[in-house]
């Protein structure tokens, strides 16, 4: 896997704060409920699961768990989602669900020294095509920039995967 790290600046919150205007969302389109978020927490991986399971092969190649998911069993999922619960400051992971079914996860990983900060994030298997990943980085850039004050945000995808460049291209990542 080739790493590619193609980055968002400050300049660009006038039109993130545009993008967020429409906040909150009614029923998200195609589905019965809105799209909603929210830190990760115990008990996560009786979510996480199943969407992990369904969406390994799919992620894989550009998600480093996507990898041995095929064979976890929900043991180790529980274990990976409690690692992900502790208070971890700067790291912040968000689970995004509709219903009680989660559909993406997102997170910020502040870069050493400096007021940098990297997003991760994947849409599970179903969801893609639907806004789900743009909507995660939207409100990831909302965290990033008004509420913990970072200058930069930069988004990392395997370079050799063109689907996993998709997105922050489509969003103005350089």
């Not at 008990?43 to 190649?61: E, I």
């Not at 995660?136 to 004050?149: K, R």
Request: aromatic share 14%; proline share 6%; with cysteine.
């Amino acid at each position: 896997m080739q790493n590619e790290v193609v980055s968002l600046n400050d300049s660009h919150q006038d039109l993130l704060a545009d993008q967020l205007e429409d906040f909150p969302i009614p029923n998200w389109p195609g589905y019965d409920f809105p799209l909603a978020c929210r830190l990760i927490k115990d008990g996560d991986a009786q979510y996480l699961y199943p969407v992990m399971k369904r969406s390994a092969k799919s992620l894989n190649g550009y998600i480093g768990w996507a990898k041995y998911a095929p064979e976890w069993d929900f043991k180790t999922v529980a274990s990976s989602v409690n690692d992900h619960v502790k208070d971890d400051l700067p790291r912040w992971h968000l689970i995004f669900t509709i219903g009680k079914q989660v559909v993406g996860f997102g997170s910020l990983a502040p870069m050493p020294h400096s007021r940098d900060v990297q997003v991760s994030l994947w849409v599970g298997l179903g969801h893609e095509g639907r806004g789900i990943g743009k909507w995660i980085v939207t409100v990831l850039e909302w965290y990033a920039f008004y509420v913990f004050g970072y200058d930069n945000l930069y988004y990392q995808h395997d370079a050799t995967n063109r689907k996993s460049g998709m997105l922050p291209r489509r969003l103005g990542f350089t």
